[in-house]
């Protein structure tokens, strides 16, 4: 069984900055792919940026430039770093590994972009 476990959510301005961290632990194994979805109010949760345990990053468009992901595999943990938030980057953050075809899913962290 594989726990997720964010932090670094928060109030922010918009043009600020925030860093996500997620651990994963209960895998004997290096999970191979490790990311990030959000999920804003009245809307569906959405893909933001995702890491290969072969170094492969891939972003949404929406946050390309901005978003920085970032990961350690020994110790089976993932950064995002966001820069330049605006107020649509409000939402709840999701950290996600996929291992053994099977997906995991963290708590959720919740980035409020506000005045």
């Known amino acids: 069984q594989v726990q997720l476990v964010e932090s670094g959510g928060g109030l922010v301005q918009p043009g600020g900055s925030l860093r996500l961290s997620c651990v994963a632990s209960?895998?004997?194994?290096?999970?191979?792919?490790m990311g990030w979805y959000r999920q804003a109010p009245r809307k569906e949760r959405e893909f933001v940026a995702a890491?290969?345990?072969?170094?492969?990053?891939t972003y949404a468009d929406s946050v390309k430039g901005r978003f920085t992901i970032s990961r350690d595999n020994a110790k089976n943990t993932i950064a995002l770093r966001m820069n330049t938030l605006k107020l649509e980057d409000t939402a709840v953050y999701y950290c996600?590994?996929?291992?053994?075809?099977?997906?995991?899913w963290g708590q959720g962290t919740q980035v409020t972009v506000s005045s």
């Open positions: 890491d290969t345990s072969d170094g492969i990053q």
């Open positions: 209960g895998s004997g194994f290096s999970i191979k792919v």
């Open positions: 996600y590994g996929i291992l053994g075809g099977k997906a995991y």
